[in-house]
């Protein structure tokens, strides 16, 4: 309950949007708990509709509770064909992922994409912000190692 006041003192002082707000739980939590947006929105009396909306609206927002690093490995064809594949394969295999899954040490939370937007250096991973393209699976295995 502390760490909501301090929440909701950080957005008092700050004066931030609803956007912002939501960027802010998401940075703080890695995810958007609803029951914590709420006890926010009553708070600041912010209208549950307005909030709710922006967040629906912005794929960037997730409400499933989510690793530190989140993983996006693209199966779009282009990535597919290069070799995406196995990719996933080494990491349902060497970290127990699966799409939408986190690991029980809530470091990792896996997402397969259907396209990245940088085919030109298919087979295309992320974590987090950070694009690795050209990737195969002990390549972006040890990229995953070094931040254990
Ligand atoms: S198909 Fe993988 S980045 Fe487009």
């Known amino acids: 309950m502390n760490e909501i ?13 609803n956007l912002e707000i939501l960027q ?5 939590y890695n995810y958007i708990s609803i029951d914590i947006l709420r006890k926010i929105c009553k708070e600041l009396e912010i209208p ?16 499933q509770e989510r690793g530190k690093y989140l993983i996006r490995v693209c199966d779009g064809t282009a990535c597919h064909v290069k070799g995406g594949n196995r990719i ?4 349902k295999r060497d970290f127990k992922l699966e799409d939408g899954k986190t690991t029980e040490d809530k470091k990792f939370t896996l997402q397969i994409v259907a396209c990245l937007g940088s085919c030109f250096i298919a ?14 699976e ?5 990229v995953l190692e070094n931040l254990k």
């Open 48 to 63: 549950k509709s307005k909030i709710f909306g922006i967040l629906t609206f912005y794929s960037q927002f997730s409400t």
């Open 88 to 91: 996933i394969d080494m990491l």
């Open 138 to 142: 002990n390549k972006f295995k040890k």
């Open 24 to 28: 802010l739980i998401q940075e703080k």
């Open 123 to 136: 087979p295309v991973c992320m974590v987090n912000s950070i694009y690795y393209g050209n990737m195969d």
């Open 5 to 17: 006041k301090e929440i909701i003192e950080e957005i008092k002082i700050k004066k931030l949007s």
